[in-house]
């Protein structure tokens, strides 16, 4: 497994003119050679806890000067499609609230232009909820992504059976296959509850784990990844995502939110299996993109993989 960087904007180009031969630790003929060979590649690219931040901070900003902003990202993400034969781009949610652009826009804006970035899904996060589940069905013909959820119970709401969310979604990449589900964060104490009436909150972990296994048994997923809105780690006994993973089965990547968590590389933990699962997060307001390099041999199976998420 490769380290991670994470990159000023100003050394990002003199980076990425190696970067496929960094990702592997081979030099890019040998790198070409493996891919002749019939290696595959996927290039998984994700955001969360975006927070309604389109432009960049201030240059005043005493922390993130002129850092983020969706054009910026949007750049980035283009440059690393024309690097990258196969890439999936998702995100963990919170999506929404943060800047007068949701209090006056309420979500159009960003569902807008990650459609535009072409995100191929994201999973709800807590301020998501609010404006009320009808807002985001106002919002979702805006969306040309999918929203992924296994463990909140929309049968009450207004969301229920839309055909914009489901409890797991397969994507092709080349002749891979992977399964990406998404699990929430119990809405209770963090939603006004006008805002989240008619959905029940199921154990993530319980319905993560069966969905998990149609991915991985059933669906005969190469690669399965959950977009997690559970926060990385507590003190008390809440559920998050390294307690998660570690009762977890079939998930090999873990991509997660709420607690605003900056990793410079995903915390590697062994899983109710014994096998390998992994947790990341790039902290929030879209500061980072998050960017992981992920090899396949002939036979699809995972070998090496290369960390490299970058400062927008």
Not at 106 to 117: A, D, I, P, R
Request: aromatic share 10%; proline share 2%.
């Amino acid at each position: 497994m490769g380290t991670s960087a994470f990159l000023t904007r100003r050394h990002f180009l003199k980076f990425t003119l190696g970067s496929a031969a960094l990702a592997y630790g081979l030099d890019l003929n040998a790198r070409e050679t493996l891919l002749d060979k019939g290696f595959e590649e996927l290039c998984i690219l994700y955001t969360n806890d975006q927070h309604s931040r389109i432009e960049p901070f201030p240059d005043n900003d005493p922390k993130h000067a002129g850092e983020a902003g969706f054009a910026k990202r949007a750049a980035l993400i283009e440059q690393l499609r024309r690097e990258h034969k196969h890439v999936l781009l998702l995100d963990a949610g919170d999506i929404f609230q943060g800047t007068p652009y949701f209090n006056f826009y309420h979500g159009e804006v960003e569902y807008k232009l990650m459609s535009m970035m072409r995100y191929d899904a994201t999973t709800f996060g807590n301020h998501d909820f609010d404006l009320g589940p009808e807002n985001l069905v106002e919002q979702f013909k805006h969306a040309q992504f999918d929203f992924i959820n296994c463990n909140y119970d929309f049968s009450n709401s207004v969301l229920n059976k839309h055909k914009k969310i489901s409890a797991y979604k397969i994507y092709k990449k080349g002749r891979l296959k992977i399964g990406v589900l998404g699990v929430g964060i119990d809405l209770s104490e963090l939603v006004d509850k006008k805002r989240q009436e008619g959905i029940r909150y199921l154990d993530p972990i319980e319905k993560a784990n069966a969905i998990a296994q149609i991915l991985k048994q059933d669906e005969k997923c190469d690669y399965v990844i959950c977009l997690s809105h559970l926060g990385y780690v507590y003190s008390t006994n809440k559920v998050s995502d390294t307690v998660f993973a570690q009762q977890s089965k079939h998930i090999d990547l873990i991509i997660g939110g709420h607690t605003h968590t900056f990793l410079n590389e995903p915390t590697v933990l062994k899983n109710a299996e014994g096998l390998a699962v992994q947790v990341t997060q790039v902290g929030w307001a879209g500061i980072w993109l998050g960017k992981i390099d992920v090899m396949f041999t002939q036979y699809n199976k995972k070998i090496i993989q290369k960390n490299d998420s970058r400062t927008i």
